[in-house]
């Protein structure tokens, strides 16, 4: 089981290559009050900050009430020598508690440079009530438990 794939209340990432952690913020929508600002983690190591962390993209992939939303945020990747991920991207599924504003759950499910992270298609599936996500990927697959306060724990 990988460092992501664990039972979490709290902040958990998978960022595999190591490296210095930074801060991205993440806007998101928040209820009857618009939008708020969540303060995420990413790694130096595999995204080319470039002197700032903003999210190539984010998509909102699911949410539980009006407290905790689930989204895809990309990243470029580091470009590496030989052209390597040039045009590459590093993707994360994350877990927001927006009543919180924080991250509880972060892990990378597609990387350009990290071996092994790569994302199958459908990237997501979710159970009918929205409580268990499965995340799959090119190697691995795992089910998560999101309870409508923000813990998450994988699925025996």
Do not use: W
Not at 57 to 84: F, H
């Amino acid at each position: 089981m990988s460092a992501g794939a664990c039972a979490a209340s709290h902040p958990v990432s998978a960022f595999g290559a190591g490296g210095a952690d930074s801060f991205a913020k993440i806007v998101v929508p928040a209820g009857k009050s618009g939008t708020v600002e969540i303060p995420v983690t990413v790694s130096r190591a595999t995204i080319d900050t470039g002197g700032a962390t903003n999210a190539r993209s984010i998509k909102v992939v699911g949410q539980r009430g009006d407290r905790i939303v689930e989204v895809l945020d990309a990243y470029p990747s580091k470009p590496q020598g030989l052209s390597r991920c040039q045009s590459g991207s590093e993707t994360y599924f994350r877990v927001l508690d927006v009543r919180a504003r924080k991250e509880v759950f972060a892990r990378l499910v597609d990387s350009c440079l990290v071996d092994r992270v790569q994302a199958a298609d459908p990237l997501i599936t979710r159970s009918p009530d929205g409580g268990e996500v499965t995340l799959h990927g090119l190697y691995s697959s795992f089910t998560l438990r999101i309870s409508p306060n923000g813990v998450v724990m994988v699925a025996p």
